[in-house]
Structures are given as structure tokens and as C-alpha cells.
């Protein structure tokens, strides 16, 4: 255990925050988990979760129980303060810090002399000298770096995530980190703190060049999937299995296409790149492109079931996965939740929705006539259109011989 804190304050106990508070807990540093959402805390209390990843219950039980995680609604005095808050759009994808303003004023009348404060939320550049002028207007009795340099009062530093939903526990402590200090001071102080559980390496930078560098990681994939994307829309034009053609171009040593899908979501490919186009609207083409071609595939899809249900009076659709990728329960950004969505506004005919990964159908579709939360076996039996939208490993066996007397649209390839 480091003993350069005495404890650490976790604000956002979401995707990030939790596991991230629940990793330095089992190495012996007592957190304390910060959340608005009173459900989540009180789960959290329980030695519960309030989201899917797994392995986490069974370590959030175990430092619950040993005292060394607790939850509240409003922050407390720590020695470092972990922000995880979500940073979404506003208006026409302008990135929104409310969340980062909110926690950063939140924790400021706490803030002592040698605390650090460590942004974590994915961000547009720039954002971690704003979080440091928040702090700096609310506690002119303290100094920042921006002023103090590595003589400051308080380190700050930005340190982007870099985990896979589904991996989380394990990436956080294998994964490298880049800590993006304000000074080498900040980095430094930041190192100490990550190398209390992180056997991967501590990457030390500057804020901006670590800001850029977690937008760039997603932007370079979000390129890669609308090539894949653009290249089934081709493929099907040109009468050409796309799944096939691209396994037999990745059989060159030198090319690695991704997978195509229905589109792309979660709060990281489907955000981040737009931060740098809002930042550089005037550079980021290719960017902006390649969001363009991921933003429009879900309407490709919901063009070709309308296509088929028009063989039908009132056709029975199952659509199959609402998260944003398989075996998790996240629907930010899902382009799997916004098909099913325009298909339940349009009103085709009956609506079935399978999601194995949730317990109930979301309120955004469950105020639509005609759409019904079945199970898997329901859906496929009953369905005339069977749309697979996310590769589950549940969908995986499915009996073919029920498919075929069916529409099959397979966005995922899973079941070629």
C-alpha cells in the first residue's frame, strides 16, 4: 500500500469510476465513491453494482465489507480526488463540461495544501487547464500550476482511461497509463498513486498531449470501422459476401480490416472524434468523415428492413441486441438502440426486443404501441424480419432451422 494517501476520492461512480475505486480499495487504499445518483450509492453500500462488468460485485463486496470503500452523494475531504463524470454533447455535438465544472466545484472548498486532483473523464483539449481554472477562481487561497508551477499547492493532472467494457478489472491494472501533468511534479505525484495497483507503465506527458492522445486512440479506430462500414455498403451494391471478402484481403501480411456492423456507439468511438472536430473543424476532414459514414449506417439498416417489411401486412420484426457491443448492458450511443427506436416510431408492425443484458425494456421504446421485451427464443420463433444488431454470444447457437423460413439481416456477420 502507498502511504503517500491516506485516502482517495472517486467523483462518478459509473463504467470508470467504480471499478477504478474498486482496484485501489483491494490494495489497501480507503475511497471514498462520490455519485449523484442515490440508487447507485445505495447499491454500491450494499456490496452491490448498479452496472455489468464482470468480476466487479465480488470485489466491490469484498472492500465494502472490509471497510475500505464507501459510497455517499456529496464529496468529502480525501488526499486525491479521481474525476469520472460523463463529458456528452450539447446542441450540434459540442462537447459539454458541465459534468467536469460541477465535480470540479464540488471538491473545491475541500481541497488542502499537496492534494491531487486528476481528471479522468474522456475530454476536448484544453479541458484540464479549464477544470484547473475552475479550482484556481473557487480557492484563490490556494495556488495552481498554471501559476505556481511545481511549487503549486495542488497537483493536477489529466489521465485518460483506457479499458475495454467487459476487461476492466484486468486492463486498469495491466494496461499502460498516461499521466498528463500540469508539471513533471504533477505527473510525478499522479505516478505515485497509479503505481499502487498499475502493473502496466506510467506514460508521463503533458495535459493536452494526453487529452489528444485518448481522442486520437478512438478517432484512429473510428476511421478504421467507417473503411469497414463504407466497404460493406459497396460489397452488398457489387453482389459480394463482404464477411468474405475481407477475411480474404486480411490474409495480406500487411492489412487488417476491421468488422463492419450497424453502426457505432459507446461513449468513447462514437463521441471522442468529435471533440477533435469541433476543436478543428477546418483539419479534421477525414475525421468528420468517418464519423459521417458511422453516424449514417444505422439508417442503411432501418432502409433495408422497411424494404423487406413491405412484403408483409404487419410484419413481426425481432430485433436482436440494444448495447453498444456484445455481452455488456451499455446503450450510450448504440446504434442498435437508435435502430430500434426509428423502427418502433414508424410502426411496421409488431416490434419484438431482445436484450439479454438488461431487465427491462427501456423507457424510450417502451412508450411506443406494438413493441414487446421477449426473450430470445420468442423473438426468433415469432419473427418474420429477424435483425441481428449485436453479436451477444447468446445469439451465437442459434437453430438455423427456425431461420429458414425467415428475413434474415445479419449487420454482424455472426451467423454467416
Known amino acids: ?12 461512480l459509473g ?3 467504480l471499478p477504478t475505486a474498486a482496484i485501489l480499495a483491494t490494495h489497501g487504499v480507503p475511497v471514498i465513491g462520490v455519485d449523484i445518483n442515490q440508487m447507485a450509492v445505495d447499491t454500491i453500500n450494499a456490496g452491490k453494482i448498479h452496472i455489468v462488468e464482470p468480476e ?7 472492500v465494502v465489507t472490509a471497510g475500505k470503500l464507501r459510497a455517499t452523494t456529496k464529496p468529502e475531504a ?23 465544472e460541477a465535480a470540479s466545484k464540488s471538491i473545491a472548498p475541500l481541497l488542502k495544501k499537496g492534494d491531487l486532483v486528476i481528471l479522468e473523464s474522456t475530454s476536448p483539449v484544453g479541458t484540464t ?10 480557492r484563490p487561497d490556494l495556488t495552481f500550476p498554471t501559476l505556481g508551477g511545481d511549487a503549486a499547492d495542488i497537483f493536477v493532472v489529466y489521465c485518460p482511461e483506457r479499458v475495454l467494457p467487459g476487461r476492466v478489472l484486468h486492463e486498469l491494472v495491466e494496461n499502460d497509463r498516461i499521466i498528463g501533468g500540469m508539471t513533471p511534479a504533477c505527473a510525478e505525484r499522479a505516478s505515485a498513486l497509479y503505481y499502487t495497483f ?11 498531449t494526453a487529452e489528444m492522445a485518448k481522442l486520437t486512440e478512438n478517432a484512429f479506430r473510428d476511421v478504421n470501422i467507417a473503411f469497414a462500414n463504407e466497404l460493406s455498403l459497396i460489397a ?8 468474405d471478402l475481407i477475411d480474404l484481403a486480411n490474409r495480406h501480411p500487411r492489412v487488417n480490416i476491421l468488422q463492419p456492423g450497424p453502426g457505432v456507439g459507446g461513449h468513447c468511438i462514437a463521441v471522442d472524434p468529435w471533440f477533435i472536430v469541433h476543436k478543428t473543424p477546418d483539419l479534421a476532414r477525414m475525421i468528420h468523415t468517418a464519423r459521417k459514414v458511422n453516424d449514417e449506417k444505422p439508417h442503411y439498416v432501418i432502409h433495408r428492413v422497411e424494404e423487406h417489411a413491405k412484403r408483409f401486412s404487419k410484419p413481426v420484426i425481432a430485433c436482436l441486441g440494444l448495447a453498444y457491443k456484445p455481452d455488456i448492458d451499455d446503450l450510450r450511443e448504440s446504434p442498435s438502440m437508435e435502430i430500434a427506436e426509428h423502427l418502433a416510431q414508424k410502426q411496421l ?10 431487465t427491462a425494456l427501456p423507457k424510450n421504446l417502451a412508450k411506443y404501441p406494438g413493441v414487446e421485451f421477449v426473450s430470445f427464443q420468442t423473438a426468433v420463433q415469432r419473427a418474420d424480419i429477424v435483425l441481428l444488431l449485436v453479436n451477444h454470444r447468446q445469439f451465437r447457437n442459434v437453430d438455423r432451422r427456425l431461420l429458414m423460413e425467415k428475413i434474415v439481416i445479419d449487420t454482424r456477420g455472426m451467423w454467416r
Not at 466487479?56 to 469484498?62: D, F, K, M
Not at 487547464?129 to 473557487?138: F, H, I, K, P
Not at 408492425?349 to 438488461?358: A, F, K, T, Y
Open 1 to 12: 500500500m502507498s502511504t503517500e494517501f491516506a485516502n482517495v476520492s472517486v467523483i462518478g
Open 15 to 17: 463504467y470508470i469510476g
Open 56 to 62: 466487479l460485485e465480488a470485489v466491490v463486496s469484498g
Open 78 to 100: 480525501a488526499d486525491a480526488y479521481i474525476i469520472a463524470v460523463p463529458t456528452p454533447f450539447k446542441g450540434d455535438h459540442e462537447p459539454d463540461l458541465g459534468y467536469v
Open 129 to 138: 487547464e479549464q477544470m484547473t481554472a475552475w479550482l484556481a477562481a473557487a
Open 198 to 208: 498499475l502493473r502496466g507503465k506510467c506514460l508521463l506527458s503533458d495535459p493536452r
Open 236 to 243: 452488398e451494391r457489387l453482389s459480394i459476401n463482404v464477411w
Open 349 to 358: 408492425g409488431e416490434l419484438l426486443i431482445v436484450e439479454p443484458h438488461v
